[in-house]
């Protein structure tokens, strides 16, 4: 059964760093994309935040994260990394990890991919970030 786990959220200071890990089971990651997304409240739109390719290492950061979040993969592991820098309280939200076996570029996938189009998300965690 295809599950994804996330793990490293929680409470952080106003431009504090946290990093976010997504561990796949039930499927070998180096065959999917990836990406990380989020939800600022539960009625929110889901806003991309950043996407990996599964084999070129080509990659996607929302354009205003550029310089403070970072996105890694580790085939080996079956596990992929989200590292976030100099958070800001509006970036308080419940993040979510997600993988997708079918083709499709990262800004494409972080941007236009449905949440049913996905393989599998993750239940989500919590960032909160507050003094």
């Known amino acids: 059964q295809l599950q994804l786990v996330e793990s490293g959220g929680g409470l952080v200071q106003p431009g504090g760093s946290l990093n976010l890990s997504c561990t796949v089971s039930?499927?070998?990651?180096?065959?999917?994309?990836v990406g990380w997304f989020r939800r600022r409240t539960p009625g929110a739109r889901r806003e991309g935040v950043t996407?990996?390719?599964?084999?070129?290492?080509?990659?996607y950061i929302a354009p205003l994260l550029k310089g403070r979040f970072t996105a890694s993969r580790d085939n080996a592991k079956n596990t992929f990394h989200l590292h976030m820098q100099y958070l800001r309280p509006e970036e308080s939200a419940t993040y979510y990890c997600?993988?997708?076996?079918?083709?499709?570029?990262?800004?494409?996938?972080?941007?236009?991919?449905?949440?049913?189009?996905?393989?599998?998300w993750g239940q989500g965690i919590q960032v909160t970030v507050s003094s």
């Open positions: 997600a993988i997708r076996f079918a083709g499709a570029s990262p800004a494409v996938l972080c941007s236009n991919i449905p949440s049913g189009e996905f393989s599998a």
């Open positions: 039930g499927a070998s990651l180096k065959d999917y994309h």
């Open positions: 996407c990996i390719h599964k084999s070129d290492g080509s990659s």
